[in-house]
């Protein structure tokens, strides 16, 4: 099984750790491909990064298409782009917000979200709303920490992080904790030895997912809304983003 997990910023160095911490739980003969795009915004903060985010995260699908991947995860919160993967996907694709709160939602009734910067909280709100986990999302927090925080060495993130946690679970009556960003993914088993209840990360538990749904041949449902978008003219700088029709060439980019 080829599992590509996409980073969708471009900070190779936050795209390493992802992969180091996606290989750490891959099952046996499971290869992991850790790619960001070549083009698009050092890290993922607010809705124009996201909006910017999107076109080199589907290169990265439409290549992994023309590899013959058995499945992608989006390795960031927010899930950018996650529907349109999907349609331009054969296989199972999943974002990492998604993943960490189902899964958070089958060991606890009540789990809190640590994120990074406030102004991202809303945005997991809106994911927790629309992924049917509210009623199990007691609240989301933010360490107002910057992403790229969390790639600096010695930095106080993990400490901010943990105090976040630990507020959460006091605070907001909460049983596990879902980390808000994938840069946190090397710190999950640390803080949940530190608080001695369920963290769930993201990554860990996309690449799980993805893994389960292609033993179950499980794929993206290529009906109705999530089939493969209309081929038609794209002009302009995205240009290499027009779509050969279904069942030529695959994506032309
Ligand atoms: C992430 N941003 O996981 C999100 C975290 C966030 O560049 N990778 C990013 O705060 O939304």
Redesign the pocket.
């Known amino acids: 099984m080829h599992i590509k997990i996409i980073n969708p910023?471009t900070t190779w160095r936050m795209t390493e750790k992802i992969g180091a911490c996606a290989r750490a739980v891959a099952r046996p003969g499971t290869r992991i491909e850790a790619v960001n795009p070549p083009m698009g915004p050092a890290?993922?903060?607010s809705h124009y990064d996201e909006a910017l985010a999107v076109p080199g995260l589907l290169h990265e699908i439409a290549l992994g298409e023309q590899e013959g991947a058995s499945g992608y995860v989006i390795a960031?919160?927010?899930d950018p782009g996650l529907k349109a993967a999907r349609e331009l996907a054969s296989v199972p694709v999943v974002g990492i917000a998604e993943a960490a709160m189902h899964l958070a939602s089958l060991v606890a009734t009540r789990f809190s979200v640590v994120?990074?910067?406030q102004r991202?909280v809303g945005q997991a709100w809106h994911l927790a709303e629309a992924y049917g986990m509210k009623r199990f999302c007691a609240n989301v927090r933010a360490c107002d920490i910057p992403?790229l925080a969390l790639e600096e060495p010695g930095s106080a993130a993990r400490n901010r992080i943990v105090e976040e946690c630990r507020r959460a679970l006091e605070e907001d009556g909460s049983d596990a904790i879902v980390l808000?960003?994938?840069?946190m993914a090397d710190l999950c088993a640390d803080i949940g030895q530190a608080l001695g209840v369920p963290v769930i990360d993201g990554v860990a538990a996309g690449i799980q997912l993805v893994e389960s749904l292609v033993n179950l041949r499980l794929a993206t449902s290529k009906r109705g809304e999530l089939a493969r978008p209309l081929p038609k003219p794209i002009a302009g700088l995205l240009g290499s983003f027009s779509l050969a029709p279904a069942g030529m060439d695959r994506s032309s980019h």
């Open positions: 910023n890290s993922i903060e960031c919160f927010g994120t990074t910067l991202t992403v808000g960003c994938a840069g």
